[in-house]
């Protein structure tokens, strides 16, 4: 499963933003508007495909 995450504060409240416009979103908590880190959570607790390692790293 992926979710979007807000890059200032990290809210996974984000909408499409300017009627879909590519890649561009905006966060409902800071009013952040722009290109949005895609997360994977449901594989960050598991195994990193790209490292081959546990990717719990942030925070
Ligand atoms: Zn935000």
Redesign the pocket.
Known sequence: MMRRA?P????TK?VMYAGGMTGTYR??????IGPMTIETEFNRRTLNPHTGKKGCQDN
């Open positions: 807000c200032r504060c990290n809210s984000v966060c409902m908590d800071c009013d952040y």
